[in-house]
């Protein structure tokens, strides 16, 4: 069975700083990966994805992630927070093969100090 | 193109009583998804359809969820009676079949509260 952990319910950064939120798995075979993020009193939004090919992955709105196989790992990352990222961000995974539903993490905070 | 689109937005029902919640996927999408979050916890899979066929139903809690997906197209999930413990948000999520169908398009979800 699939797992997904986040570390840290709640994150907090000032504006201008770097943000990281993580991301390991638990998986069999290296899954397909996934982040999302939901800004208020709005849907599930994909952010980037890893499939196959280069591990460094960049998605929408300066956002970036790597996929680490040796640490199962898939952290979230941008340079520079806005106000505008405040939101919260959920990891996702899913089977490469059999069941095709995602499994998700618990979900991120993020929250934007000016 | 038009994404996913869910109502009610929002349904308050006292215990008991019966709410159908509807999603309709994007157009020629195969894979239709349901998904549940409750509490702020973690969303967790409900069931998946292929065009009108139940695939994987493993997610499903209990006997009150009833999902349908006439003709392929939208989907409904009824919840008969409901309890409070079904409270929370319900997504639905959709995708293109084949070797397309990794990347799944989500609504805006239905925020369920059983009183």
């Known amino acids: 069975a699939q797992s997904v952990t986040q570390l840290g319910s709640h994150v907090s950064v000032s504006e201008g700083a770097l943000v990281l939120l993580r991301c390991n798995y638990s998986?069999?075979?290296?899954?397909?990966l996934f982040w999302y993020v939901q800004y208020p009193n709005q849907g599930l939004q994909l952010l980037l994805k890893?499939?196959?090919?280069?591990?460094l992955v960049k998605g929408i709105n300066g956002f970036e992630a790597e996929f680490k196989k040796s640490e199962t790992s898939f952290h979230l990352t941008k340079p520079s927070a806005h106000m505008s990222d405040a939101a919260e961000y959920f990891c996702?995974?899913?089977?490469?093969?059999?069941?095709?539903?995602?499994?998700f993490g618990s979900g991120t905070r993020l929250q934007v100090q000016p | 193109e038009a994404g996913v689109t869910q109502f009610p937005s929002h349904s308050v029902i006292e215990k008991g009583q019966t709410v159908t919640l509807r999603c309709d996927p994007i157009?020629?999408?195969?894979?239709l998804y349901w998904y549940r979050r409750v509490m702020g916890k973690e969303i967790k899979f409900l069931l998946h359809?292929?065009?009108?066929?139940?695939?994987?139903e493993s997610g499903m809690p209990n006997n009150r969820f009833l999902a349908e997906r006439t003709g392929g197209t939208y989907s409904t999930l009824k919840v008969q009676p409901a309890e409070l413990e079904d409270s929370g948000v319900y997504f639905c999520?959709?995708?293109?079949?084949?070797?397309?169908?990794?990347?799944?398009?989500f609504g805006q979800g239905t925020r369920l509260t059983v009183v």
């Open positions: 999520a959709s995708s293109r079949g084949g070797s397309e169908g990794t990347e799944a398009f």
């Open positions: 998986s069999s075979v290296p899954p397909y």
């Open positions: 890893y499939t196959t090919g280069a591990t």
């Open positions: 996702a995974v899913k089977a490469r093969a059999g069941r095709r539903a995602l499994t």
């Open positions: 157009s020629g999408h195969d894979n």
């Open positions: 359809f292929v065009k009108e066929s139940k695939q994987d």
